[in-house]
């Protein structure tokens, strides 16, 4: 497991995307969204990576998860939820 490096994100911001949130354990899964991302910061306890749609909405992926990358691709799987959060540039 590494950290989440909030510089390597930056190639996201500004890019339209389309965002999964996957349940490892096999239960309900939220549908895709597609949104354009307008900043990515660390929240304020620099615990997750903030990903923005606008000022005020935001999906929060923990800093401390196992991740995938590429160009187009960002992908964080979190332990402790089940959860594995899937970023790719649409």
């Known amino acids: 497991m590494e950290l989440i490096n ?9 890019a339209s995307v389309e965002i999964t949130v996957h349940n490892q354990q096999g239960g309900d899964q939220a549908p895709a969204i597609k949104k354009k991302i307008e900043k990515i910061e660390y ?4 615990t997750h990576v903030r990903f923005y749609f ?3 909405n935001f999906i929060a992926v923990p800093l401390a ?7 187009t691709l960002f992908s964080a799987s979190d332990a402790n939820s089940g959860l594995t959060y899937t970023v790719s540039i649409i």
Do not use: N, V
């Open 54 to 56: 606008d000022k005020f």
């Open 43 to 46: 929240c304020p306890d620099r």
């Open 6 to 14: 909030l510089q390597e994100l930056r190639r996201f911001a500004g």
């Open 65 to 71: 998860s196992d991740i995938a990358q590429s160009e």
